[in-house]
């Protein structure tokens, strides 16, 4: 039998209380490595963690509770050898009555929240030259799409974020790998009322994280057949894009959140 490069291996997961964060929790310690979880609901996280992980509740957007929280973790696990961020905000919201604070918010946890777990995880893994960011953003942050304005945006910003880092970390012993899923279903994705092309469930879409990451992937996008939709999205010319995803006046954007 091969061995799993994830056996043995300290993981912290932000954004783990449900949805693919828990799920890739179960999935990462059933593969024999060492779990802490973090998410604002503790009795969520607890339940995830039934008493095989590590849980340190935090708020993402708060840069000092994400500061004591690492260093509660390293303390826990005896070190740290990878961090996934699987925490997210999405909100739908129609961009004909723009939606200052719901716009906002994305940015303050998808971005800032993001920010700040990359302010408290990098000094210590350029000094130790060991460490493996694994940063969940979306294939929705490919293109532009109506009814996505602010999710769409802070996802293609983690795109391009976490492709910067990785480059700017290479040679210092950190690796950066960005995940694009498409529909998965989870709390997030349960209102949605637009049609969820290709959606899987969330145990399916931690089995392909943690495949990847074996595998050490760069980049990890599923399921297939949407990874192929949206990569050839971004070879449509703009003009055709814009044609193709455009509103009608009298129905709901019908975005998609992915
Ligand atoms: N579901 C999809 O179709 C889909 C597709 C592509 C990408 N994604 C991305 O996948 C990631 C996970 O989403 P999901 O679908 O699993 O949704 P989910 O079930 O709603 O999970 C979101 C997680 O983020 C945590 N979170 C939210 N705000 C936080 C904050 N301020 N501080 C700390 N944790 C916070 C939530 O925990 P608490 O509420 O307990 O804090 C929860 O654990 C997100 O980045 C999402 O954008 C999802």
């Known amino acids: 039998m091969t061995h799993d490069p994830i056996a043995g291996r300290r993981y912290w997961l932000i954004g783990a209380s449900s949805g693919i964060g828990a799920a890739l929790a179960h999935e990462l310690l059933g593969r024999g490595a060492h779990v802490a979880i973090s998410a604002r609901r503790i009795e969520d996280l607890e339940a995830v963690s039934a008493g095989r992980m590590t849980v340190v509740p935090l708020d993402a957007t708060d840069h000092e509770a994400v500061q004591h929280a690492e260093a509660d973790v390293r303390s826990a696990l005896g070190g740290l050898d990878a961090v ?18 719901t716009f906002a918010r994305h940015i303050e946890v998808n971005l800032l929240g993001l920010n700040n777990v990359l302010a408290a995880i990098i000094p210590s893994m ?4 060991h460490g493996h960011i694994v940063g969940v953003a979306s294939v929705a942050g490919y293109r532009g799409l109506p009814g996505a304005e ?3 945006a802070t996802k293609a910003a983690q795109i391009n974020l976490l492709e910067s880092l990785r480059a700017a970390l290479r040679r210092k012993g950190v690796r950066v790998t960005t995940v694009c899923p498409g529909f998965v279903r989870t709390e997030m994705t349960e209102s949605n009322t637009f049609p969820m092309p290709f959606i899987v469930d969330a145990d399916e879409a931690a089995r392909s994280i943690a495949d990847g990451l074996a ?16 990569k050839a999205a971004r070879l449509v010319p703009v003009r055709t894009w814009s044609a193709l995803t455009a509103t009608k006046d009298d129905r709901t954007p019908s975005p998609a959140n992915a």
Not at 86 to 92: I, M, S, T, V
């Open 150 to 152: 602010a999710y769409g």
């Open 84 to 101: 996934v961020w699987c925490a997210g905000y999405w909100k739908q919201f129609d961009a004909a009555e723009w939606d200052r604070e």
């Open 126 to 129: 350029v000094a130790a030259g």
């Open 215 to 230: 595998r050490c992937r760069t980049e990890i996008i599923f399921p297939l057949r949407m990874a192929i939709l949206m």
